[in-house]
């Protein structure tokens, strides 16, 4: 398994953007599918973005649609989620998930999907 740690995270007016990034370890991250999820205080963990191992597949919330865009740098072994025009709704724990079982796109909200988990990173935007 890889570990993953995310940063980027902090406080934003609505309407601003951030990224946060995911760094993994390990030498298979390249074959990795990963995904991020979302928590709020009180709320279940969520589905925000996913991507294939090489990239060219991508599955997005609807919340989050036209919005947030996932990217992925095997070579740096990094996951990135690039936020935009943000949400006091977008409000919550951020974190990157990621996989080396083949799954097809219909799996990919799923966090049983994923055996690998960061720690989480903190997006507070502010109304």
């Known amino acids: 398994q890889v570990q993953l740690v995310e940063s980027g995270g902090g406080l934003v007016q609505a309407g601003g953007s951030l990224r946060l990034s995911c760094a993994a370890s390990?030498?298979?991250?390249?074959?990795?599918?990963m995904g991020w999820f979302r928590q709020a205080p009180g709320k279940e963990r969520e589905f925000v973005a996913a991507i294939s191992w090489s990239g060219g597949v991508t599955d997005y919330a609807d919340s989050v649609k036209g919005r947030f865009t996932i990217s992925r740098d095997n070579a740096k072994n990094t996951v990135y989620l690039q936020m935009n025009s943000l949400k006091s709704e977008d409000t919550a724990v951020y974190y990157c998930?990621?996989?080396?079982?083949?799954?097809?796109?219909?799996?990919?909200?799923?966090?049983?999907?994923?055996?690998?988990w960061g720690q989480g990173t903190q997006v507070t935007v502010s109304s």
């Open positions: 390990g030498r298979t991250f390249s074959s990795y599918a």
């Open positions: 998930a990621g996989t080396e079982r083949h799954i097809i796109i219909s799996q990919m909200a799923s966090p049983a999907s994923y055996v690998s």
